[in-house]
């Protein structure tokens, strides 16, 4: 793999760093199946285009889509908690409603972003644009990452994480499960969006079908990250969805580069289909795996299965 | 110190399923009483447990705790006067999260949480001193997931939690009948200590007449959905299991055909 292909993977994969985290949060922490995802990523990139064309300061561009998709969380949450819609369902409504939200937003399928200021302007010379990006959002990944880190310590945070591990036991100690839930669904989408802002700033654009397939990516960096660096820390957790999200894309590149698999990048889809499918089974053959010599040992280690 | 008042609760209401669990019980407790709850299956005494935490919320009627109505409030509302342990040691505890974790969230009951550390230096030393009282080892585990612990172990957490932040009532729905006897035993001895020590109001439902009559001061028998039965002082002092037995055919007029009553 080239230098610019690999630093074109790292970039998009930190970006999705952001995403995962969000759907870590989502799904892991709130036990909450959340699809918004496919419609917040889109709703960040979109409120950024607009505002950065309109010649709004990039960082207050990328501080509104997180509040758009912090918005988007909460109707998802809302949509479940005050309404009683089934989370998945929930979730799938907020996101077609947000594909015509973001279409409307933006006033077009498209809003392109050539030649406009954006987070990374200050920091780029005339040609070392290519390693600049990702090092610029090496760094607000990892300040996102230390912040969900202290957030998830701080008592606010256990609530939260009592919420979705045990949401009769939270409320008998006086946790408001219902506002927490929704509290945590905008957290999570205002991260995806946050993403989603970022995301059309080193791509030159926003486009409306750009969110499709964001969560099945999420989710396969959290699963690659849970895979890989299996712990109870918060802080290795977290480490590990940001490596996930990274590892992941550098397999999407390699995947297409090698000219030998025959691969082009109208596969992507179905790349990232089997990635995830493979990435969710292999949990269970490696415990599979782990059990058969557990029971040669003998009757007394086979008696509880 | 408590009123429960006229309270009504009608599952299913308007289906064949329809099951009137709650037909007017009426109970006043007061302040530092222990009471016993007993019933068979279905006469309403986790009904009403749910009622007083308000995991459920009554049809009719009216809970009052220091005076205040609490009727329209929900569970989490009502956490700061009411503290639980629950049947299934599962239920009362987060497995996924540390004990101190566990022990932080039980600090906090009933306030508001902010931004701060959950789990302070300070914190930690007074968990580790109160864990040390169990004689359980506990003490030297505090960041140990809650999920390794046994069902006994996780029942007598769940009582140190509930005795962290002094609350009006403890609320306790069998809370030893998952466990085996010599567990059940040493929970039982420690909720009577912590009971004792923290002067709780307390309210133990129970599937035995055995530690109905054992346990607490006070003995109160639910049957379809009302008090039947209420005894304490030396009239209780008196009694043995046939008494409670016998007491009950008479209110009830009618021969007593449930075993799991009989069981204990």
Redesign the interface.
């Given at each position: 793999m080239s230098m610019l292909s690999f630093m074109g993977a790292l970039e998009i994969g930190l970006i999705f760093a952001l995403v995962a985290l969000g759907v870590w949060i989502s799904f892991r922490v709130l036990d909450f199946p959340d699809l918004t995802a496919d419609g917040s990523f889109p709703l960040g990139g979109a409120v950024a285009a607009v505002l950065i064309v309109m010649g709004y300061n990039p960082w207050l561009a990328c501080v509104a889509a997180m509040v758009a998709g912090a918005a988007a969380g909460l109707l998802t949450g809302w949509l479940n908690v005050r309404l009683g819609i089934l989370q998945l369902l929930a979730s799938i409504l907020t996101m077609i409603a947000l594909y015509s939200i973001n279409l409307r937003i933006m006033g077009a399928p498209n809003v392109p972003l050539l030649g406009e200021a954006t987070v990374f302007s200050p920091f780029l010379g005339d040609n070392d644009s290519y390693w600049m990006q990702p090092l610029v959002l090496l760094v607000i990944i990892l300040l996102v990452k230390l912040v969900l880190d202290w957030?998830f310590?701080?008592?606010?945070?256990?609530?939260l994480?009592?919420t979705g591990?045990?949401p009769?036991?939270?409320?008998?100690?006086?946790?408001?499960?219902g506002r927490v839930v929704m509290g945590g669904m905008a957290l999570s989408n205002a991260l995806i969006a946050l993403g989603g802002a970022l995301y059309v700033q080193t791509q030159g654009g926003a486009d409306v079908s750009m969110g499709l397939g964001t969560i099945v990516i999420g989710l396969a960096a959290v699963i690659i990250g849970e895979t890989l660096m299996p712990s109870?820390s918060l802080f290795v957790i977290t480490l590990a969805t940001v490596v996930g999200a990274v590892l992941y894309r550098l397999f999407i590149a390699l995947a297409l580069e090698a000219d030998f698999i025959g691969l082009k990048a109208q596969d992507l889809n179905l790349i990232t289909a089997v990635l995830v499918a493979i990435a969710l089974v292999l949990p269970r053959f490696k415990a599979r795996w782990r059990k058969k010599p557990a029971k040669a040992a003998g009757p007394v280690a086979g008696g509880r299965s | 110190m408590m009123q429960l008042q006229g309270l009504y609760k009608t599952f299913n209401p308007g289906t064949p399923i329809e099951n009137p669990a709650l037909r007017g019980v009426n109970l006043d407790v007061g302040a530092g009483e222990f009471v016993t709850v007993i019933g068979s299956n279905g006469s309403g005494k986790s009904t009403t447990l749910n009622a007083i935490s308000g995991d459920l919320l009554v049809d009719s009627g009216q809970i009052l705790i220091d005076g205040k109505d609490v009727t329209r409030l929900n569970a989490w509302q009502r956490a700061g006067m009411v503290a639980r342990v629950f049947q299934d040691p599962m239920a009362g505890t987060c497995e996924a999260l540390s004990i101190e974790e566990n022990l932080a969230l039980a600090w906090q009951r009933g306030q508001r949480r902010g931004l701060g550390r959950a789990v302070r230096a300070d914190l930690r030393a007074l968990f580790r001193e109160r864990l040390k009282d169990l004689n359980l080892g506990l003490e030297h585990r505090l960041s140990d997931r809650m999920g390794l612990l046994s069902g006994g172990q996780r029942q007598a957490v769940s009582l140190l939690m509930a005795a962290l932040q002094p609350s009006r009532i403890l609320l306790l729905d069998e809370h030893t009948a998952a466990l085996d006897p010599r567990t059940a035993d040493f929970v039982l001895q420690l909720t009577a200590r912590i009971v004792a020590e923290s002067k709780l109001t307390t309210m133990m439902v129970t599937h035995s007449m055995r530690q109905a009559l054992d346990v607490g001061e006070r003995t109160v028998m639910l049957h379809q959905g009302q008090v039947v039965l209420d005894v304490s002082g030396e009239e209780r002092a008196r009694m043995d299991v046939p008494d409670l037995l016998h007491m009950f055919e008479q209110v009830r007029g009618e021969k007593l055909a449930d075993d799991a009553l009989l069981l204990g």
């Open positions: 957030f310590a701080s008592q606010m945070g256990l609530a994480r009592a591990a045990n009769r036991m939270a409320r008998s100690q006086g946790i408001p499960t109870r | -």
